[in-house]
């Protein structure tokens, strides 16, 4: 018997072995591709030899050390890194453990700094609806992942969402694509003024949606827009970067093919790539400098904050994605693998859009492609899917509720950036496999 609380606990799930590049193996040897990267985490795939042994190396000179009283060489150095590489205007890092760390630093950052410019009103965040920021409480409360926030509602703060931007389901007829993001972009104004411009304090967003809405990108323009409705009212623009950034969509940064630089940025899992915790908060230096010359100490902590073991893994692993040319891969086989996905699936009676960038793909799945009808919740296709893929040796990130947390299912891909070409024609057969047994 075991004695792990499980995320399903009416799950048997199999015991994982080891990893050997792209693929994962059980005790039962039984090899699968690793489709989704976990959550869009492993980039670099498993068992990468430069980053164990930098992980290794760290191990060997000192493990932890509490940030209250050393910074680490490590740590300066990959925020060094980051900052070389991050939109203008980003100037500081603060290293955490995760997404969910990153995005509660963010909120309470973004506070902190009204609070320091005597701006203390504002308080209230926008956000999107069919987005995921992370699982603790303010977390949550900024998502506007519908049935992930209702259990715990009467916990959270109090935010407001304002619509995503979702060409496949959303454009008019007859309207440009620009025109689109323009109109649902202006709905970012409209809820500043509801909410009264003076208490508002932030919007937070993703670039490219991620598990929530199956890799959404913006349609040009959005985000600039977003960036000048931002720059209009004095609230800050957070992204959300957890899932899209480190190079999943083609560029290091996703809102780099956006055009715009955000405020306060947010990033983990391929920062990591699985083989250490680790998450960060990017901020301009007009936030950072109202805490230096303000009160000169952010309200804010957490014991593995800037671990120099993880910090050492991510350095290893920025390397590979900015100096060992991996981002630039990401991009050329991201093509390759949407191009292929379209080939085979693009006319199937069941899929009506495949959409995303890089190696960050999403193929939403509908009852009638003709109508984009989706089929009845009940069915849970995304789960049948999810199971019948991994039957098949292919993991891959299915979720249901993709339209407005209810209806709606598809299938998220986030393969590792070291995939070949011949691993393309492994994942069109196991989808296939899973459609042919589902539908």
Same mark, same amino acid.
């Given at each position: 018997?075991?004695?792990?609380?499980?995320?399903?606990?009416?799950?048997?799930?199999?015991?994982?072995?080891?990893?050997?590049?792209?693929?994962?193996?059980?005790?039962?040897?039984?090899?699968?591709?690793?489709?989704?990267?976990?959550?869009?985490?492993?980039?670099?795939?498993?068992?990468?030899?430069?980053?164990?042994?930098?992980?290794?190396?760290?191990?060997?000179?000192?493990?932890?050390?509490?940030?209250?009283?050393?910074?680490?060489?490590?740590?300066?150095?990959?925020?060094?890194?980051?900052?070389?590489?991050?939109?203008?205007?980003?100037?500081?890092?603060?290293?955490?453990?995760?997404?969910?760390?990153?995005?509660?630093?963010?909120?309470?950052?973004?506070?902190?700094?009204?609070?320091? &410019?005597? *701006?203390?009103?504002?308080?209230?965040?926008?956000?999107?609806?069919?987005?995921?920021? @992370?699982? /603790?409480? $303010? !977390? %949550?409360?900024?998502?506007?992942?519908?049935?992930?926030?209702?259990?715990?509602?009467?916990?959270?703060?109090?935010?407001?969402?304002?619509?995503?931007?979702?060409?496949?389901?959303?454009?008019?007829?007859?309207?440009?694509?620009?025109?689109?993001?323009?109109?649902?972009?202006?709905?970012?104004?409209?809820?500043? &003024?509801? *909410?009264?411009?003076?208490?508002?304090?932030?919007?937070?967003?993703?670039?490219?949606? @991620?598990? /929530?809405? $199956? !890799? %959404?990108?913006?349609?040009?323009?959005?985000?600039?827009?977003?960036?000048?409705?931002?720059?209009?009212?004095?609230?800050?623009?957070?992204?959300?970067?957890?899932?899209?950034?480190?190079?999943?969509?083609?560029?290091?940064?996703?809102?780099?093919?956006?055009?715009?630089?955000?405020?306060?940025?947010?990033?983990?899992?391929?920062?990591?790539?699985?083989?250490?915790?680790?998450?960060?908060?990017?901020?301009?230096?007009?936030?950072?400098?109202?805490?230096?010359?303000?009160?000169?100490?952010?309200?804010?902590?957490?014991?593995?904050?800037?671990?120099?073991?993880?910090?050492?893994?991510?350095?290893?692993?920025?390397?590979?994605?900015?100096?060992?040319?991996?981002?630039?891969?990401?991009?050329?086989?991201?093509?390759?693998?949407?191009?292929?996905?379209?080939?085979?699936?693009?006319?199937?009676?069941?899929?009506?859009?495949?959409?995303?960038?890089?190696?960050?793909?999403?193929?939403?799945?509908?009852?009638?492609?003709?109508?984009?009808?989706?089929?009845?919740?009940?069915?849970?296709?995304?789960?049948?899917?999810?199971?019948?893929?991994?039957?098949?040796?292919?993991?891959?990130?299915?979720?249901?509720?993709?339209?407005?947390?209810?209806?709606?299912?598809?299938?998220?891909?986030?393969?590792?950036?070291?995939?070949?070409?011949?691993?393309?024609?492994?994942?069109?057969?196991?989808?296939?496999?899973?459609?042919?047994?589902?539908?």
């Amino acid at each position: 018997m075991s004695h792990i609380f499980a995320r399903h606990t009416k799950q048997n799930a199999p015991t994982i072995a080891r990893g050997e590049g792209v693929y994962l193996y059980d005790v039962n040897d039984k090899r699968y591709f690793d489709g989704s990267g976990g959550a869009a985490v492993s980039c670099l795939g498993h068992n990468d030899a430069d980053v164990i042994k930098a992980i290794k190396d760290q191990l060997d000179q000192i493990a932890f050390a509490h940030t209250g009283f050393f910074t680490s060489k490590p740590a300066e150095a990959l925020a060094d890194k980051l900052i070389k590489h991050a939109p203008d205007g980003l100037d500081r890092v603060y290293l955490v453990s995760g997404g969910s760390e990153a995005v509660e630093a963010a909120l309470k950052l973004a506070r902190q700094y009204f609070i320091e &410019i005597s *701006q203390p009103q504002r308080h209230k965040v926008i956000a999107r609806r069919q987005s995921y920021h @992370g699982n /603790t409480l $303010g !977390a %949550l409360a900024t998502g506007g992942n519908l049935w992930r926030r209702e259990p715990f509602a009467p916990l959270m703060i109090e935010t407001s969402h304002i619509a995503p931007c979702y060409e496949y389901r959303d454009k008019k007829p007859g309207e440009c694509s620009y025109d689109y993001g323009q109109r649902i972009a202006n709905e970012l104004e409209a809820e500043i &003024i509801r *909410q009264g411009p003076e208490q508002v304090m932030a919007f937070f967003a993703e670039p490219v949606v @991620g598990a /929530t809405a $199956g !890799a %959404l990108p913006a349609v040009e323009g959005y985000f600039k827009r977003i960036r000048e409705i931002c720059d209009q009212y004095g609230i800050l623009l957070m992204l959300d970067e957890i899932m899209c950034g480190m190079g999943r969509t083609g560029t290091l940064f996703a809102c780099e093919q956006d055009g715009i630089q955000p405020d306060l940025l947010t990033i983990a899992k391929g920062l990591g790539a699985g083989y250490q915790p680790i998450g960060a908060m990017l901020c301009s230096d007009k936030i950072y400098k109202a805490i230096e010359e303000g009160s000169g100490f952010f309200q804010h902590g957490h014991t593995y904050i800037g671990h120099p073991t993880a910090a050492a893994a991510a350095l290893a692993v920025l390397t590979k994605l900015t100096d060992g040319g991996l981002t630039e891969r990401c991009a050329i086989m991201g093509e390759k693998l949407q191009s292929a996905l379209k080939n085979a699936f693009a006319a199937h009676p069941h899929i009506g859009d495949i959409r995303g960038r890089g190696l960050f793909i999403g193929l939403e799945i509908v009852e009638n492609r003709e109508t984009k009808q989706t089929f009845d919740p009940k069915r849970a296709i995304h789960k049948a899917l999810k199971k019948a893929a991994f039957d098949a040796g292919l993991v891959c990130y299915p979720m249901g509720g993709t339209i407005d947390g209810v209806k709606g299912d598809h299938i998220l891909l986030a393969p590792p950036f070291i995939m070949q070409e011949e691993h393309i024609d492994e994942i069109i057969e196991k989808l296939s496999l899973a459609f042919d047994e589902v539908f």
